[in-house]
């Protein structure tokens, strides 16, 4: 006996296969490999050098224009700006979350499109619009923050409020409570240990965002590395970059342990 | 007889909560003040905010023409960012998962060395690679394909070590190989799940690729440095509006792929 | 058949977690070529860990296992796939690769017969697509050959591993508790399959069991094991219907000659 395949189960992976080769195709074309510069060996070879050799005298001056006077910069951007966008975030959630059944949505529709707008927006945009508005500096960098977090936590938390358990609540209502007795007595406290998770992961994103938004000027680590890495001093930018990710790691390792902690 | 349990000092006055609430608070005063935060400059130049967004609600249609080509770029940029960067991870999720290789050393490497990836913000590699390779796009694929590595790995390592171990345990004892074994029994296993951490990758790969050209490092960020440069904020409109459409349009063929998959 | 040629040999071995756990005791057991040995013992007696230290899936703590008079114990990367390609092995839970079609699994039992880089490449030889195809057969699945592997019950699930089991064209298939998730029906083509494989291919087939209904119908030998030592190894012929009790309750601790 000899089973013949049908015509998918023989061809399937081809067609699959086909269709991602013709894709990648595209778009390769669309990038000029000769795009590498002829220095490209000589500057890796220096960034390398650099690294081995960081700038360690950058680390602390006492000037305030320092590796770890401004790294402390970055994180109070982040922090000041992601406890800020979680205050504000709280009403964008529940303008956004689906609490009813059946019905149309078109108050969480909106309230979610609203937040996929503000989170596509570029944080960099937002930060140069506040750099208009207050000047540059860490505090543009603080409101691009607030602002721009509010995209991603008003989602996170509107699902944690959408995915809250909801017999409290009818048990609040059933016993005579109304819509505000739900919220301080079922609601809150509910979704507050979500809530704070969520912000801690998010003030990990934070934080690394902050280190580059000094790139456009609004504070932080951002403006001496991309200073140092237009004139080249690899040293520098070799300590810089150090800097940042032993503040991530730290920053990554704190905030996991608490996350933990929480649930 | 009933008594009711007294609530100790600390239960009743919810003392843990208040002190973190207490240390937070400080924080962000601290914070504050350290990075001059002042509520009243934030709302005299508030007007100077909303002075750019108006003008950013009469965007200048006629520019669209301009934004096709370098939002095709990003396109390519994320797809190949994702693709060099996913097939790197591979080889380095096998050797990072516990159920896999049981040598801690090479293990915390591997581990140490992803770890160590996944810190780096995908702008400041961005403006690292704009000065190796140059402006344009192979600074943004190079800056996509790292981070993309760093991201799948992890995601990547982690499905790997809920496999079922006995197709594993089958292979090893019909005499295969380490790499047989990997290849039969452990790829199969993830193989959908890798599929959709490609697509999830690429998604959003697609959102960072939108602005790298701000450093130079091709796409359509270009655009944006340049209409933010020139205070054509209509433009800039035009630009903020395409990234939104490829974002959405990406999310969503990806989503509905992702969806085929599981 | 070749009655009385040693095919496995046990001298002297131990087996010990690290946790500490005694696995094996002092086991010394001979198997010889074409013997359906059944093997019996509460959960927990060792039968895993005997069968697992046959094919090197775990290391022993002390003595020697040869297998045809080589040793497995010191055999290290080729000449270990090489051992190892000569004993297949039946698995509880199958162990197929769910996401897998039937005839790939089928071909992951070969695999031992062609260098790794053949093997990624997806390059077996026309034969042994076709031999994938004819053990199916043998198992009675032979209309299953596409179908992916979680399409199937489980005592179809099983009879795939046979024949992904018989691609290696093992001297010794070594089976532990092959039946256990299977309904009673089923139960009775695995088991008809491993004696027909017995009996027509000439494999010495070795099956951790814990029915002692089943181990009289079809073992050729019983083998007993009690808290990692080996305590009841007779001919079938020689089986009482007490003895298993001895196995079971632990009234009698010496070992039992055949
Ligand atoms: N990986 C392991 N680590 C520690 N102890 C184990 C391990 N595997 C089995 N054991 C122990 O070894 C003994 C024998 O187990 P096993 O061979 O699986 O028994 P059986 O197959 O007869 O049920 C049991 O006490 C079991 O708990
Ligand atoms: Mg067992």
Redesign the pocket.
Known sequence: MTIKKTFWQKYEAWIWALIFVIIYVWAFSGIPVTGIQAVAGEVTKSILHGLFHPDFSYVYTGDGEDLISLLLQTLAIAFAGTIASALLSIPFAFWAARTKKGGTHLGSSSGKLFLTIVRTFPEIVMAIMFIKAVGPGPFAGVLAVSFHSIGMLGKLFAEAVEEIDRRPAEAIIAAGGTQFDVLIHATIPAVIPEFISLTLYRFEIAVRSASILGLVGAGGIGAPLIFAIGTRWWPRVAIILLGIIVMVTVIDFISGYLRKKLV | MNTIPKKSFAQKWHIKALVWTAIVLALFIASCAMTGVDVGAFLTGFNQFMQIFYEMLKPDWSYVPFTIKPIIQTIQMALIGTLVGSIIAVPFAVLAARNIVTNTVIRGTIRFILNLVRTLPDLMLAAVFVAVVGIGPMAGVLTLAIFSFGMISKLFYEAIETIDMGPIEALTAAGATKTQVVWFAVLPQVYNHFLSYFLYTFEINVRASTILGYLGAGGIGELLQRSLGQFRYDRTAIVVIGTFIVVVVVDTLSNQLRERLQ | MQEGTPIIEFNDVNKV???G?V?LDNINLTINKGEFVVIV??????????LRAANRLHDVSSGEILIDGQSIVTAKGKQLREVRRNIAMIFQNFNLVKRSTVEKNILNGRVGYYPTWKTIFGLFSAADKQQAAANLQRVNLGEKLYSRADELSGGQQQRVAIARALMQEPKIMLA?EPIASLDPRTTVMVMDDLKKLNEELGITVVV?LHSVSLAKQYASRVVG?RA?KLVYDKQIGDVQDGDFDEIYDGKNQEVKEA
């Open positions: 977690y690290p946790n756990t696995g013992g509460l959960s927990g007696a060792g039968k895993s860990t005997l532990d951790n094991l990692g």
